[in-house]
């Protein structure tokens, strides 16, 4: 008797075993707070008080981390201990964030190469909203080689791509749309104010007429493609099957 009650303790023990392996708790956004403010000190910038918002808000409800809102200038040391505590809290990095709208932090263009940094690492973002941050034709080189599904990384599932009130030109609007015209996921692009001219209406061309397109909403709102480029556009918007909203006012 002593020696069946032995061994039906030891097959309870690895059922339990088992069970703790697949059920192991999950403590990413626990690791990114800790690493962030280490990484704050480390690269001598001050930490967000909306993300420290978000934290309090985890302890409180147990709410992750979903949204990165910010709207404080930040510089790209900012965006750096930002990225690399993203990266560093699981493998392959922190799943829980779907979205990241930067306001004016100024992050340029050396913020972006550091967000795709982390964007390459299979993350779930659906949501890029970059308003206003001094970036580039570079920054969108960069943004471009991320989300080429065509890339050595396989792209992240980003839906709504904003750029607006960048001085990017047709020069930044080509390279973009040069990696992501071939984009399955992206629905929404906007491109307001950016410094276009009629020199991009091709590219943007291309896009709409690629047959697996699937962006339903284009805002190329206070450019400067006058009437030549809006013709270009809008011979694409006729042989487009999924676009429902397209904004060309003030060009």
């Known amino acids: 008797m002593g ?18 392996a697949d059920d192991e708790e999950d403590i990413s956004t626990e690791k990114f707070w800790k690493l962030y403010r280490k990484k704050c000190v480390e690269y001598e910038t001050d930490v ?6 978000l934290w309090e808000a985890k302890e409180e409800n147990g709410t992750d981390i979903t949204k990165l809102h910010l709207w404080d200038e930040l510089g790209w040391p900012g965006i750096k201990a930002i990225t690399d505590a993203l990266k560093a809290s699981a493998d392959p990095c922190y799943q829980h964030l779907q979205s990241i709208r930067l306001w004016k932090t100024y992050c340029q263009d050396e913020g972006v190469r550091l967000l795709c940094t982390f964007l390459e690492k299979k993350c ?3 949501g890029l909203d970059l308003l206003d941050n001094k970036i580039t034709y570079i920054g969108c080189e960069q943004l471009a080689r991320t989300l080429s599904p065509d890339g050595p990384h396989v792209p992240p599932p ?3 791509l904003k750029l607006d009130h960048n001085m990017i030109g047709s020069r930044g609007c080509i390279a973009l ?13 906007s491109l307001t104010y950016c410094n276009l001219d009629k020199d991009c209406s091709r590219a943007i061309f ?3 007429i690629y047959s697996k397109s699937k962006i339903e909403k284009l805002y190329l709102g206070g450019n400067c493609l ?6 270009q556009v809008l011979q694409g918007v006729s042989a487009n099957k999924s676009l429902n909203e397209l904004s060309l006012a003030d060009n």
Request: glycine share 16%.
């Open 3 to 20: 020696a069946k009650k032995k061994g039906g303790k030891k097959g309870g023990g690895k059922k339990g075993a088992k069970k703790s």
């Open 48 to 53: 967000v008080k909306e993300i420290k918002k």
């Open 124 to 126: 779930n973002v659906e």
């Open 158 to 160: 980003i839906k709504h």
């Open 177 to 189: 749309l040069q990696g992501i015209h071939t984009s399955q996921f992206i629905k929404i692009l």
């Open 206 to 208: 291309e896009m709409l």
């Open 226 to 231: 006058r009437n030549e480029g809006v013709i």
